[in-house]
């Protein structure tokens, strides 16, 4: 599942049966994108869509976040109750909440990413010797 940005000006959002219809002045017909493909929709431009599109992806569980360009302290955001996305903020604003468990998670993240930072160097390293043993041979 996919997250559709829309960041073009004058984009108008529609729907038309199991599909989100996008029509913008830069596409020369509108885009047409499942439902079923759809993970959540980030809005950051001026976009026309009425309440039937909001109502359809409430109904299929789509979050819908709306963001200002200009300000990030303008935004809004609808989340649908059967979107798994409440459950994971929910979360996250608990590990944010408590200062044992928030250093605790910190200390995993960056433990986590340096471990994987590790292995891919070690993985590209193994690629540069084979490469140069066959030039060599």
């Not at 079923?36 to 909001?54: C, E, M």
């Not at 990413?113 to 891919?120: C, D, E, N, P, S």
Request: glycine share 2%.
């Amino acid at each position: 599942m996919q997250t559709l940005y829309i960041d073009r000006r004058d984009t108008r959002l529609d729907v038309d049966r199991e599909r989100i219809l996008v029509h913008s002045p830069s596409l020369p017909r509108p885009l047409s994108i499942a439902f079923t493909y759809l993970s959540s929709i980030v809005i950051s431009a001026k976009t026309q869509l009425h309440s039937h599109v909001l109502l359809a992806c409430a109904s299929r569980g789509i979050p819908v976040i709306i963001l200002d360009p200009r300000s990030c302290e303008s935004h809004a955001q609808y989340i649908p109750p059967s979107s798994k996305v409440v459950h994971r903020k929910i979360k996250q604003f608990e590990v944010l909440d408590q200062d044992g468990r928030r250093l605790g998670y910190a200390k995993q993240l960056v433990y986590s990413q340096a471990l994987q930072q590790y292995k891919l160097l070690r993985y590209w390293f193994k690629i540069w010797k084979l490469s140069r043993r066959t030039r060599i041979n």
